[in-house]
């Protein structure tokens, strides 16, 4: 069973990949969202490579747990990635993931211009992680 997680932005999606076992995750890639459609092939064929049998995207909630604009856009977004790629999508808050992130690459002292590259991908880490750890039996 392998499972893929998604920091989904207006620029970029941040794409994280569980080990085979669903115990770990590590930061895959940056997609950079060009054409529409583009980002959702990629992810296709990054399915396909894997065998990923499912996808955790991160939903973007307010702190007062409600759901703003954003997250309409995480769900339609998910929505349409499971007509596509025919493998079950979950939605996982992903509040504060960007800010755990960056204090991450903070105290590693990587450079601005460093993290800028990696962070989509690390928040995508962290959402995924987070869901395993809830949901995942060992």
Known sequence: MRWIGLDYGD???GVAMSDELGWTAQ???VIHRRKPG???????AIVKQYGVT???VGLPKNMNNTIGPRGELAIEFSKELEQKLSVPVHLWDERLTTVAATR?????????KKRKQVIDKMAAQIILQGYMDANMKR
Do not use: C, F, W
């Open 11 to 13: 620029k970029t999606i």
């Open 27 to 29: 930061a895959l890639e």
């Open 104 to 112: 991450t690459l903070l105290e590693a002292d990587v450079s601005r």
């Open 54 to 56: 499912q996808v955790v």
């Open 38 to 44: 583009e980002d959702i092939d990629r992810l296709e």
